[in-house]
């Protein structure tokens, strides 16, 4: 009797084959190339691993993925772990990946470079869009945690500078997976409150992942969308993050941002003092040139009063010499009379206005004669 064959359905097969694959490799490390990559909208990751003589379809569930740090993205070399199986429906085996790490830089490291390059290209970097830090703030936002040396820094230096200046200190977490959204909180709610003329966001130094809350997108543009200035003071002068590109101005220390922030009160009072003193000096100028102009003036005027007066005079001299010329009286003076008839006063110029016993005046030099005609000749 000829022994009976097995035959294998699909399915069957197929789960043998996934057992095979699954006992013999039940979790490893894999190095490859990311192509065909595609992030699904329920938060799965889809992609290919390659070299160049081979290529095998990956898979990262949502879990695993919300927990990266960097973008995953075509071309990129990675190194990964899960477990090697085999998708029933299509018969084709493939990674289920758990966990995921950029080959060069560390994942940190190229997450960091990623959103600075997305957000250089948005323009939340530009100069142009930076506004100018207030002279004098009466009153200075700090985010920062309470406890930290940061704060102790900032207020030694803003007491020691300008004690007058009011600071309000809005407390949060500076690292840890609660931080980034409590500093985004307290970025907005300075935002809400009235008269907060600055704020400074500050923690003081770290490694990469102590302050990568800083380096978190959601913070960033928080700080690109606040109306306030912002001030960003994160780790030591080597120390750069993302909150330092986006925000009004970075300080490379919290100390620096607080000696920024506010001037030192008594060089104020000196150069206040220099300012009242080169005012009075250049009042008291001004007066003494006013009254070296008024004291020109003074005399100009006079002059020209002299001037007019004695070209008056002149002009009144000539118009009495021409007056005593058309004068009749200057006719008497040199001999000569003028008889008017008495009853009208008009000058007699023709014998034939005139008849015995008229009544006539002569004017003479000295005096006027009254006389009766008696005879016409």
Not at 125 to 145: C, E, N, W
Not at 194 to 212: H, T, Y
Not at 305 to 332: A, H, M, W, Y
Not at 365 to 370: F, L, P, Q, S
Request: proline fraction near 3%; include cysteine; charged fraction near 30%.
């Amino acid at each position: 009797m000829s022994e009976q064959k097995h035959i294998y359905t699909v399915s069957e097969l197929t789960k043998d084959i996934r057992k095979i694959i699954e006992n013999n490799f039940p979790y490893l490390w894999l190095e490859g190339e990311i192509s065909n990559f595609k992030r699904h909208s329920s938060g799965h990751l889809y992609l290919n691993l390659k070299d160049k003589d081979a290529i095998i379809q990956a898979v990262m569930f949502k879990g695993s993925a919300d927990k990266l740090q960097f973008k995953p993205e075509d071309g990129l070399k990675i190194t990964c772990s899960g477990k090697i199986s085999v998708y029933d429906q299509r018969g084709q085996y493939q990674i289920y990946i758990s966990s995921m790490e950029p080959q060069g830089l560390g994942s940190l490291q190229l997450a960091f470079e990623q959103l600075k390059e997305k957000l250089k290209k948005e323009g939340l970097f530009d100069s142009s869009r930076k506004r100018p830090i207030p002279f004098l703030p009466a009153k200075i936002g700090v985010i920062t945690s309470p406890t930290g040396a940061a704060i102790r820094d900032i207020l030694n230096v803003l007491r020691r500078r300008f004690s007058n200046a009011e600071i309000i200190l809005n407390p949060v977490k500076v690292q840890g997976n609660e931080a980034k959204n409590e500093i985004v909180q307290a970025i907005e709610l300075f935002n809400k409150r009235d008269k907060i003329d600055v704020m400074i966001v500050a923690r003081g130094g770290g490694s990469l992942e102590d302050l990568w809350a800083f380096n978190e997108e959601i913070v960033a543009r928080a700080i690109a969308n606040s109306r306030i200035p912002v001030i960003s003071a994160v780790g030591h002068e080597i120390d750069w993050t993302i909150a330092d590109f986006v925000a009004d101005f970075r300080a490379p220390t919290p100390s620096a941002a607080a000696e920024l922030v506010l001037p030192e009160k008594e060089e104020l009072l000196n150069r206040i003092s220099v300012a009242k003193q080169r005012l009075k000096n250049a009042l008291q100028s001004t007066v003494i040139q006013y009254e070296q102009r008024l004291d020109e003036l003074k005399e100009a005027l006079l002059f020209r009063q002299e001037n007019f007066i004695r070209k008056t005079k002149q002009c009144l001299d000539n118009l009495i010499g021409k007056l005593e010329v058309l004068s009749p009286l200057s006719t008497i003076k040199r001999g000569y009379s003028i008889t008017k008839a008495d009853n009208t006063g008009k000058v007699l110029k023709d014998i034939k206005k005139i008849k015995k016993g008229d009544i006539i005046r002569t004017r003479l030099i000295n005096g006027e004669i009254v006389s009766i005609v008696d005879k016409i000749i």
